[in-house]
């Protein structure tokens, strides 16, 4: 893709999730083990997996269209860009033909978008009418992980701060002269690691985000030993609130676009009907 169709894509749109954009290996890897957490954790019936399975494979036929059509709309945009900046380039003004076109083919693209997105969103819908009440709190609190813990909440790490917490107190435990030596690669790795929890799609300002983790390293290292105890769940949560989906992405809708109605559910669900069908075919 060229610099012209990669402008025109991130200015428009910047969601790889709607664009369907093709992951490496190992990010398709992660979103499908991410998946498998979650479609273990939710402990979905035969009819519940069956309905998710046509809502994500429709989701996909929509993205794929929708990748179609832009990518018709972007040659066509494409041309008009190539004319503007030579307008530009020439210290000309920009012909009202030229804005025309321009203005149309960018009403056409949000037009396409607004239409593929109010559609996955009635499939969310549909999806979320099925789910019982306790799998829509579960799916609310997920924070998607490549390993889950072990404990009660199976689904991703719901509920459970434990390893932020225990981050922190490592971090109470450096020496104030080393821990100024390596604060900023420190808080860099921090910021990686947080980065592995996001959700599919999810984006983030990581300038804010290293100044978020800085300021609870410092207010972690400042308390002493008794307000340290007090204080250190609330740390913890104020340090992964940013890639929290359930507030990154406000509803549960949403919540289902990005991990139920993805492309790397699909072959996820097929193989647990599959277990269904055998199962049911023994007795």
């Given at each position: ?15 790889p999730?709607?664009l369907?954009?093709d ?8 979103q ?8 273990n954790?939710?402990?979905l ?8 399975l ?10 794929e ?7 018709m ?5 494409e041309?008009?860009l ?7 380039e020439?210290?000309?003004s920009?012909?009202?033909?030229t ?5 149309r083919?960018s ?18 819908r549909?999806v979320?009418?099925n789910l019982?009440?306790?799998q829509?709190?579960?799916l ?5 992980c ?12 719901t ?8 981050n ?5 435990e ?12 420190i ?8 980065k ?18 800085q ?20 740390l913890?949560?104020?340090?992964i609130?940013?890639i929290?989906p ?11 676009e990005?991990?139920?109605l993805?492309p790397?559910?699909?072959?996820i ?5 599959k277990?269904?069908?055998?199962l049911?075919?023994t007795w």
């Open positions: 893709m060229d610099f012209w169709h990669c402008w025109f894509f991130l200015f428009f749109f910047g969601s999730f709607l369907g954009e992951p490496n290996q190992t990010q398709k890897l992660r499908e083990i991410i998946g498998l957490n979650l479609i954790g939710l402990e019936s035969q009819d519940q997996m069956e309905i998710i046509q809502s994500a494979e429709k989701s996909k036929r929509l993205r269209e929708f990748q179609k059509s832009i990518r709309l972007g040659d066509d945009m041309t008009e190539e004319k503007i900046k030579t307008y530009l020439g210290n000309q920009i012909p009202p033909s804005a025309q076109r321009f203005h083919i009403n056409e693209i949000k037009r396409t978008k607004k239409e593929t997105e109010k559609k996955i969103g009635r499939l969310a549909v979320r009418e019982e009440q306790h829509l709190f579960q609310q609190e997920f924070i998607p490549i390993i889950p813990p072990e404990g009660e909440f199976r689904i991703g790490q509920g459970d701060n434990n390893r932020f917490v225990r922190l107190e490592r971090i109470r450096i020496p104030n002269r080393i821990y100024e030596m390596r604060k900023a690669e808080i860099y790795r921090t910021l990686q690691g947080l592995l929890h996001m959700p599919s799609g999810a984006e983030i300002q990581e300038d804010e985000l290293e100044e978020r983790i300021n609870v390293f410092q207010k972690a290292r400042r308390f002493n030993d008794i307000d340290f105890e007090i204080h250190k769940e609330r913890a949560e104020e340090l609130s940013p929290k359930s507030q990154a992405e406000n509803n549960i809708a949403k919540m289902i990005i991990f139920l993805c790397e559910i699909i072959p669900l097929q193989e647990k009907l277990s269904f069908v055998v049911s075919g």
